[in-house]
């Protein structure tokens, strides 16, 4: 178990080391979640949310990929499969 003892700066805020980051993959912008249990404050990455995870791909996705009708492009498989 990895262990280091870090200091809280003046306004409550203490910096994440750079070996727990790495370890969860924390960067800036991540979102984390502090439960406490008993007399330990714990710190985690929060689950993917899927959600999110498809809301930015498609805002980041070319405009011509969002165009395309769901149930059209199911047919045209469809269509493709079955001949």
Do not use: C, N, W, Y
């Amino acid at each position: 178990m990895l262990e280091i003892e870090m200091k809280v700066g003046p306004k409550g805020q203490v910096v994440i080391p750079q070996a727990f980051r790495k370890a969860l993959k924390i960067f800036p912008r991540s979102e984390v979640i502090f439960k406490i249990e008993g007399d330990k404050l714990i710190l985690e990455k929060p689950r993917g949310d899927t959600i999110k995870i498809f809301s930015k791909i498609a805002k980041s996705a070319p405009l011509f990929t969002r165009r395309i009708h769901p149930h059209e492009a199911h047919e045209e498989e469809l269509e493709e499969r079955l001949g």
